[in-house]
T-cell receptor, first 108, second 118 residues
Framework: GQNIDQPTEMTATEGAIVQINCTYQ??????LFWYQQHAGEAPTFLSY????GLEEKGRFSSFLSRSKGYSYLLLKELQMKDSASYLC?????????FGPGTRLSVLP | EAGVAQSPRYKIIEKRQSVAFWCNPI?????LYWYQQILGQGPKLLIQ????????DSQLPKDRFSAERLKGVDSTLKIQPAKLEDSAVYLC????????????????FGQGTRLTVV
């Protein structure tokens, strides 16, 4: 299968910067999505990368390196409301393949 | 714009019973997905429709799970009979029609149905 790997849990302090990494299988890969999911709620779209490089959207940025099979989500100026799970999803043809998610806890 | 609607929000059943979930996607979205999300894990695709045709059902346990999207709009997912390991959140998502060889548009998720099998 298309192995999507992320750290299970991360902790950071309010106001800080945190980087959540995601690695994936490059064979058949077409693009990468990041979603945010608060506990008990639906995943919501954050970003989409198909080309190498950094996509910036406010406090959130996402980076992709297709040759290395690597992406990261960068969250700046962390707020308490950023405590959530962050899901990395690879696109393989007509399918999204989700990673296990990274549960981020933001501490005061 | 109305989002993806799912019902019920919660369901508790005994093992070996049957259950059905309903999903109404965003208007105009041709692609519809059903995902199973076990606590602490990422969503796992069960079945993907484009209009009323099945694109991928390779991970659907067909001996007990079935899904349909008869008119290419809303969809139902059924489990019959349920097992304890089916306890999970069942998420429905929709997106604009996938054109070309790969997805290039985000999926919008409903709030899910939390199923507990006892």
């Amino acid at each position: 299968g298309q192995n999507i790997d992320q750290p299970t849990e991360m902790t950071a302090t309010e106001g800080a910067i945190v980087q959540i990494n995601c690695t994936y299988q490059t064979s058949g890969f077409n693009g990468l999505f990041w979603y945010q999911q608060h506990a008990g709620e639906a995943p919501t779209f954050l970003s989409y990368n198909v080309l190498d490089g950094l996509e910036e959207k406010g406090r959130f940025s996402s980076f992709l390196s297709r040759s290395k099979g690597y992406s990261y989500l960068l969250l700046k100026e962390l707020q308490m409301k950023d405590s959530a799970s962050y899901l990395c999803a690879g696109v393989y043809g007509q399918n999204f393949v989700f990673g296990p998610g990274t549960r981020l806890s933001v501490l005061p | 714009e109305a989002g993806v609607a799912q019902s019920p929000r919660y369901k508790i059943i005994e093992k070996r019973q049957s259950v059905a979930f309903w999903c109404n996607p965003i208007s105009g979205h041709a692609t519809l997905y059903w995902y199973q999300q076990i606590l602490g894990q990422g969503p796992k695709l069960l079945i993907q429709f484009q209009n009323n045709g099945v694109v991928d059902d390779s991970q659907l346990p067909k001996d007990r799970f079935s899904a349909e999207r008869l008119k290419g709009v809303d969809s139902t997912l059924k489990i019959q009979p349920a097992k304890l390991e089916d306890s999970a959140v069942y998420l429905c998502a929709s997106s604009l029609e996938v054109r070309g060889p790969a997805i290039n548009t985000e999926a919008f998720f409903g709030q899910g149905t939390r199923l507990t099998v006892v």
